[in-house]
């Protein structure tokens, strides 16, 4: 049995949306299984695996987030090690799917929206075997693939991180705009992906609206809705460096570099600067990181991956199985903003209300932010 295209959740917590397998019913389309305080019985041989995206489990970002997910399901669940694997390219995908396979394991998380046509082909060899995947609804890899729906056996994650950047857009453009600053901010990404292009979506929706309801003119560079700055890759390589320097050189004293580790020739490229620019960091909070980019991290925009990744593990470990997609939005806290850290004297309460306002406007469906989730 295939299914077709991509359900919303019911909008709530990550954590609450969680019921143990064997607890109670199964939930409402769409949630999240798991409960800390409900024991779970763990199938026998069930064993859980990781297959990363390029980048690795060291990233700092989406891949370590995963990792960390895996973990803490490991030791909820009492497995002391499971199988993981790192990709260096994409040609290592297959492969190392193929490793694990060969390792018995029973669910395999493949980290990254690329690794979709890889997982929908190994998902369809082996029907036994449960594939969760990170940042892809696998519903365009099923139809390359020839099949009428999207395999049983594979539970997509997705975030609507669109809401999120919005915000931070908003902040961002206020940010840039005060006094002295150089109202003008700037993105750019690894690839144009989806899973890349919705962060810069809602960031320029949110410096677009900015402008739009306070008579401002922030300039903003890297991304039109349709076009924009991209790498070609997910590595800290000279070329993102360029791309990143050439933005400061048109003046931006906002960015916002979308791809993993990427960030890292942001950085280099600010601290060449000889002027204060701040960076927003993606997936995780690069403040806590990253310790190296402290001075320089004004917010970062938050997918709550690892706790996903774990209560979804921990449920399949406990005989419940549930393929609708998750979608993390602000509402159920899958995605969000982090603190301001060292800029939080920077940033005035009427500001941080504002903020607060538009995330209850995002939540209660008065203010709309595109993305392709919606």
């Known amino acids: 049995m295939k299914r077709n295209g991509v359900a919303r959740f019911a909008t709530v917590g990550i954590a609450a949306a969680l019921l143990c397998a064997g607890c109670g019913p199964p939930p409402d389309a769409g949630a999240t299984p798991g409960n800390p305080d409900c024991p779970v019985q763990v199938a026998e041989g069930f064993l859980p695996c990781i297959v990363s995206g390029e980048g690795g489990f060291n990233d700092r970002s989406f891949n370590q987030l995963a990792f960390e997910g895996m973990q803490a399901a490991a030791r909820q669940l009492n497995i002391g090690t499971f199988p993981n694997v790192q990709s260096n390219s994409a040609s290592d995908y297959i492969p190392n799917i193929q490793s694990l396979l060969g390792q018995n394991c029973s669910l395999i998380t493949a980290v990254s929206?690329?690794?979709?046509?890889?997982?929908?082909?190994?998902?369809?060899?082996?029907?036994?075997?449960?594939?969760?995947?990170?940042?892809?609804?696998?519903?365009?890899?099923?139809?390359?693939?020839?099949?009428?729906?999207?395999?049983?056996?594979i539970k997509p994650i997705l975030y609507d991180t669109a809401q999120a950047a919005f915000l931070v857009g908003y902040l961002a453009a206020a940010y840039s705009s005060r006094e002295g600053g150089a109202s003008h901010v700037g993105t750019f990404g690894g690839m144009a992906f989806p899973a890349v292009t919705t962060f810069m979506d809602g960031f320029r929706q949110g410096v677009l609206y900015?402008?739009?309801?306070?008579?401002?003119?922030?300039?903003?560079?890297?991304?039109?809705?349709?076009?924009?700055?991209?790498?070609g890759a997910f590595q800290p390589?000279?070329?993102?460096?360029?791309?990143?320097?050439?933005?400061?050189?048109?003046?931006?004293d906002v960015l916002l570099p979308v791809g993993g580790p990427i960030y890292q020739s942001a950085v280099a490229a600010i601290q060449g600067a000889g002027r204060p620019v701040a960076l927003i960091g993606v997936d995780a909070d690069l403040f806590e990181?990253?310790?190296?980019?402290?001075?320089?991290?004004?917010?970062?925009?938050l997918k709550n991956s690892s706790a996903?990744?774990?209560?979804?593990?921990?449920?399949?470990?406990?005989?419940?199985?549930?393929?609708?997609?998750?979608?993390?939005?602000?509402?159920?806290?899958?995605?969000?903003?982090?603190?301001?850290?060292?800029?939080?004297?920077?940033?005035?309460?009427?500001?941080?209300?504002?903020?607060?306002?538009?995330?209850?406007q995002i939540i209660d469906g008065s203010l709309v932010v595109d993305s392709y989730l919606n």
């Open 289 to 301: 990181t990253d310790p190296s980019t402290q001075p320089y991290v004004l917010t970062s925009i």
């Open 308 to 360: 996903t990744v774990e209560t979804v593990v921990v449920d399949a470990a406990g005989g419940h199985w549930d393929p609708t997609p998750f979608i993390g939005t602000l509402e159920n806290d899958g995605v969000g903003m982090a603190p301001f850290h060292n800029f939080d004297d920077q940033i005035s309460q009427e500001l941080r209300d504002r903020i607060a306002e538009l995330r209850a």
């Open 113 to 153: 929206f690329d690794l979709a046509p890889a997982v929908v082909s190994f998902a369809t060899q082996r029907p036994d075997v449960h594939f969760l995947l990170v940042d892809d609804d696998a519903v365009g890899a099923s139809a390359d693939a020839g099949l009428d729906g999207v395999p049983e056996n």
């Open 237 to 252: 390589d000279q070329t993102a460096q360029t791309m990143a320097q050439g933005m400061i050189d048109q003046g931006v």
């Open 210 to 231: 900015y402008n739009e309801t306070n008579n401002a003119n922030v300039q903003f560079t890297g991304w039109d809705g349709a076009n924009g700055s991209f790498t």
